[in-house]
């Protein structure tokens, strides 16, 4: 009975790490080959270049509001037909009076049962396909954008790309030792990683700013993407179509991580509980699919199934207690892999020894992620709602 249960729990270990280790090395091998990414095509001549909308949505945020439209307001100077759209969504603040006077483009949004981000897009591009713009580009109230960030998209849209994903990053790694280890989590999640899909061919991902759609794909597919994972949702949604996000990394968008503890335990278990549901909602049906031969949704399962790296690592290392050999020597590679994804990560996004040596505290990172666990699974529930991080000064 006993030699079952061991058995059986070394069956459930190899399955729940062995699709994100296999994973993991694909996208990392792709990352660094030399294969050519996204390049931009910038003989197109300015009269050419589609009409796109910069799409803000906001809750509450009159403290920052004006600093993040003054920001996207230098970019638009270098920019001919582009505009700056402000969603104040169910608002109890002046967010929609500064962004106005800031120089931005206000809609304002009041639905107490539909709440939060998804819901507000949803909202901003329908109202905004009925007016004259090729695409849409989403930048969250909390961010500043390189100024060459709202042109790049517009060279990309002229090559006939429909759906882009740029650079994401943490504006703050030196506020904390905790926001340097997310720092880095992030050149790899959200940098590494486009890298290695766009190299393949494949989907990149929605990271939920910074990204950029046109009209065509979302009038074939409406965003209608309403749970608290909504980027994934719909990134779901695209591949499902047959349509793909493409990775340009010669932008950047930034925004702070949180500093206070509550702060960041309220970012990520609404992160990590969305991602988990998606896995619960979507993983079954993706898996089907793929068995029937769609093959496109090979690597959208893939992906859902390589848990945050915490946990991750936190699996491989059980492993390596286990009184199997082979599982062993499976776990201390995988364990290997996860390492060189992250030098990798941290060499390629322009880090260095600093970036390395914090890399001590990740034992105390994954205890702290342990903590989070029932936040995480409150945020799993299928009744889930948004919740806003709040806002710190810098």
């Avoid at 990134?235 to 960041?264: F, I």
């Avoid at 949704?297 to 390596?320: D, I, K, N, S």
């Avoid at 890399?359 to 936040?375: E, N, R, S």
Wanted: with cysteine; hydrophobic share 50%.
């Amino acid at each position: 009975m006993m030699s079952s249960l061991i058995l059986l729990t070394q069956l459930g270990i190899l399955c729940l790490t062995l699709p994100g280790t296999l994973e993991l090395l694909l996208l990392t091998l792709a990352a660094i080959s030399p294969k050519k990414g996204l390049e931009i095509n910038r003989t197109v001549v300015t009269s050419s270049l589609p009409r796109l909308a910069v799409v803000m949505p906001a809750h509450n945020e009159a403290a920052g509001i004006a600093a993040c439209v003054a920001n996207l307001r230098t970019g638009l100077n270098k920019t001919t037909g582009c505009e700056l759209i402000v969603i104040a969504d169910n608002c109890q603040d002046d967010t929609a009076a500064i962004a106005t006077e800031a120089g931005a483009r206000v809609l304002v949004r009041q639905d107490a049962v539909k709440r939060g981000k998804g819901y507000a897009l949803d909202y901003a591009f329908k109202t905004l396909l009925t007016e004259n713009f090729d695409g849409f580009i989403v930048i969250d109230a909390d961010s500043r954008v390189d100024e060459n960030l709202i042109g790049d998209f517009q060279q990309v849209f002229a090559q006939g790309i429909d759906a882009v994903q740029c650079r994401y990053r943490i504006a703050n790694p030196d506020a904390s030792r905790r926001a340097r280890l997310q720092y880095i989590a992030w050149l790899a999640f959200n940098e590494l990683r486009l890298l290695g899909r766009e190299k393949l061919g494949v989907s990149v991902g929605i990271l939920g700013n910074g990204f950029a759609l046109s009209r065509a794909v979302l009038e074939a597919v409406p965003y209608e993407a309403g749970s608290i994972a909504e980027d994934m949702e719909y990134h779901l949604r695209l591949v499902n179509a047959g349509l793909k996000m493409r990775y340009l990394d010669t932008v950047t968008v930034s925004s702070d991580a949180p500093n206070q503890g509550a702060n960041a335990a309220v970012q990520r278990s609404r992160w990590e509980g969305g991602r988990f549901r998606l896995i619960i909602d979507h993983v079954p049906a993706l898996f089907i699919g793929v068995l029937r031969g769609e093959w496109r949704l090979l690597e959208p399962l893939a992906e859902l199934l390589l848990l945050p790296l915490a946990y991750h690592v936190l699996l491989l290392l059980f492993t390596l207690l286990m009184p199997a050999p082979a599982l062993q020597y499976y776990a201390f590679a995988g364990l290997l892999l996860v390492v060189a994804h992250v030098l990798i990560a941290i060499r390629r996004g322009g880090g260095g020894i600093e970036d390395i040596k914090i890399l001590a505290g990740v034992p105390f990172y994954i205890l702290w992620k342990l903590t989070l666990m029932p936040k995480l699974w409150r945020s799993a529930r299928n009744d889930a709602q948004w919740q806003r991080t709040d806002r710190e000064d810098s």
